[in-house]
């Protein structure tokens, strides 16, 4: 899915000859680091300025710089550039953040180019806080409860600011991150929105006091649930004269101890259908078996009768040729010449005798027949038997299949027909039950409701609000974050529900030094940051810190026991570059951890010499800036 993320800023003079400076940064994370009084922490104040702050990040009159731009740039392509001045301000207040944001360029036909406000100054003035939470994939700008009194304001995103920025102010903070600052008067609005951006969910239902259209809306639906009453009882007095009717069908009997007896009766039947089927599975096993035998055995036949019709033709052959022996013997030879009558001189006469050859081939082939017609007789017989076999098994098969359709199945589809005649009964009881126990809450809510006074509009709790699913969800990432960084002795870490801050084993953040303060402030917001990419409907997907470990510049100022260990701050940091996901992180530290694997990450450096780059502001040299 498309999101925006901070491309690059540039800070310039309007009036004096400063050298533009400019920082570009990645989609992921970035590492702004360098020694003290290099301008770091005047990045982190112009994305609060760029963001709808009133803070200044840093002074016209000292620096020469008044003009802040910012573009951000989306992963689709799309692009937003706009600029905020520091102008002069009235009475004590010398110089103030200009009210005008002007959008200098973009093709994103919602934001147009233009002039905008970070706060309302006049009639149709195009919202800046509008186009920033677009930024965050809200198209509309959802109204919130955002007092304890249940009042709706719209949502801002400065309400949700401190969800993704922590400067060196309140890093190490011992109040929640959750809260922007000591003393803020608005929780609600802060724990709604937190649920909105989780739920998108408005909790219109807990809004106080009704409008005139509301109660007339009210009146209407009242009326239509009267005549949506009227309705069931005519529907009930049917249903009784329903139910009256099935009573006097069926009598006083035990209804539910017939159903179960129909029930009982109705699995014995499938039973015993299933049995049936299972023998006629049987049977046409038999069948099936019986059938290659009985096409065997008529095969066979066949063949002998093919054979019987070859000997009796070799009998009448050899009959044939005997008759012609005895008929040779007969036949007188010629002794003139048929042509010239004169005598012929033939050699003598031999006569070859096959008479005797051929009665004894006769005979041998009449015993071939009588022992192939015995063959025959006995191959009838077997084929008449598996027959015979055959058509009884046939004749069982029919019989159980008549009996499963004819009897079984129809006895089991009126013993069904009766079960769901009585579970009609008794459902229409079941209802006759409910609707009367219904009608009666209904009286008695609409007594109730007619002898009350206006109601008073409870404060809501909106902590309560955040569901134990989510609740535990929240915990469950945070402790695995907290053992993950390399907090000391595999910590129980979670966060407490009253104060909205972490306990690790049992001690409050509260009572930790600034370093671990720091350390578990930074994870908080990691964790907020990634729950709301994994399971919200709307994602920050960035954040923005300074000094998340308190490296070498608060070494004076804290005492080394407070500090996070130095593996918690190679955690810390290997952590966040490895799990960054779709997220765009902004760090500014003064000194980087060793062994944790930056290539990924965007480093910028300041050197605070002429070797690299001095400092954020390139016409700035040793200023009092971070």
Not at 170 to 185: L, M, R, W
Not at 396 to 422: F, N
Request: hydrophobic residues 35%.
């Amino acid at each position: 899915m498309s999101r925006f993320y901070v491309k690059d800023i540039t800070v310039s003079g309007s009036t004096t000859n400063v050298l533009v400076s400019k920082i570009e940064f990645q989609d992921g994370v970035n590492i702004v680091h360098g020694p003290s009084n290099t301008g770091k922490s005047y990045i982190l104040g112009c994305l609060n300025f760029m963001l709808g702050g009133s803070a200044i990040p840093f002074s016209k009159l000292v620096t020469k710089y008044d003009v802040v731009e910012i573009t951000f740039k989306s992963t689709a392509g799309k692009t937003i550039c706009c600029k905020r001045m520091i102008v002069d301000g009235k009475g004590k207040k010398k110089e103030v953040a200009s009210n005008s944001i002007e959008v200098t360029y973009s093709d994103v036909p919602e934001f147009p180019v233009g002039e905008y406000y970070a706060e309302k100054a006049k009639k149709d003035a195009k919202p800046f806080s509008k186009l920033l939470l677009y930024l965050m994939g809200l198209t509309e700008t959802p109204q919130i409860i955002s007092t304890k009194a249940r009042d709706t304001n719209s949502l801002s995103l400065r309400t949700i600011f401190q969800f993704f920025y922590l400067d060196e102010d309140n890093i190490f903070k011992k109040e929640t991150v959750f809260y922007p600052s000591h003393g803020f008067k608005k929780p609600v609005a802060i724990i709604m929105s937190l649920l909105y951006l989780f739920e998108e969910k408005d909790y219109a239902e807990d809004a106080p006091s009704e409008s005139k259209k509301e109660r007339e809306q009210r009146k209407q639906q009242k009326a239509g649930v009267i005549a949506y009453l009227n309705g069931k009882l005519k529907e009930y007095t049917e249903q009784r004269a329903e139910l009256q009717k099935m009573k006097q069908e069926i009598g006083d009997e035990d209804i539910e101890g017939r159903l179960q007896s129909i029930l009982d009766e109705i699995t014995e039947i499938e039973n015993t259908i299933a049995s049936t089927n299972e023998k006629c599975r049987l049977l046409l096993e038999q069948i099936f078996s019986i059938t290659p035998l009985l096409d065997e055995m008529r095969l066979r036949r066949d063949r002998f009768r093919i054979l019987h019709t070859q000997y009796d033709s070799d009998i009448k052959r050899l009959r044939f040729i005997a008759d012609g022996e005895a008929k040779r013997g007969k036949v007188q030879r010629p002794t003139k010449c048929p042509f010239c009558d004169h005598d012929m001189d033939l050699p003598p006469q031999q006569q070859v005798q096959y008479t005797e050859a051929i009665n004894i081939e006769l005979e041998r082939v009449k015993v071939q027949v009588q022992d192939l017609e015995a063959a025959e007789r006995d191959t009838d017989t077997e084929i008449q038997k598996l027959e015979r076999k055959s058509a009884e098994l046939n004749g069982q098969y029919q019989q159980l299949k008549e009996l499963i359709e004819k009897q079984l199945k129809p006895k089991a589809a009126k013993l069904t027909a009766t079960k769901e005649s009585y579970q009609n009964w008794l459902l229409l009881q079941h209802k006759l039950y409910a609707f009367d126990f219904i009608t009666q809450e209904f009286n008695d809510e609409l007594t109730s409701r007619s002898l009350e006074g206006e109601e008073k509009v409870a404060e809501i709790d909106a902590v309560k609000k955040i569901s134990s699913e989510l609740w535990k969800t929240l915990n469950d990432a945070f402790q695995n974050m907290v053992r993950e960084c390399g907090y000391p002795n595999n910590p129980v870490a979670r966060i407490d529900i009253d104060s909205l801050d972490a306990v690790v084993n049992g001690k409050a953040k509260e009572n930790e030094g600034k370093g671990y303060r720091a350390f578990l402030n930074t994870i908080m917001l990691f964790n907020l940051m990634q729950q709301l990419d994994s399971i919200g409907k709307y994602a920050l997907h960035m954040l923005f810190l300074d000094s998340p470990i308190l490296s070498l510049k608060e070494k004076e100022k804290v005492d080394e026991t407070e500090l996070a260990t130095p593996g918690m701050r190679e955690s810390l940091f290997r952590y966040i570059i490895n799990h960054c996901g779709g997220n765009q992180i902004i760090i500014v530290e003064n000194e980087l951890p060793s062994n944790v694997d930056y290539s990924t990450a965007n480093l910028i450096e300041f050197t605070k010499d002429e070797t690299g780059r001095y400092g954020f502001l390139r016409s700035e040299r040793d200023s009092v800036a971070n």
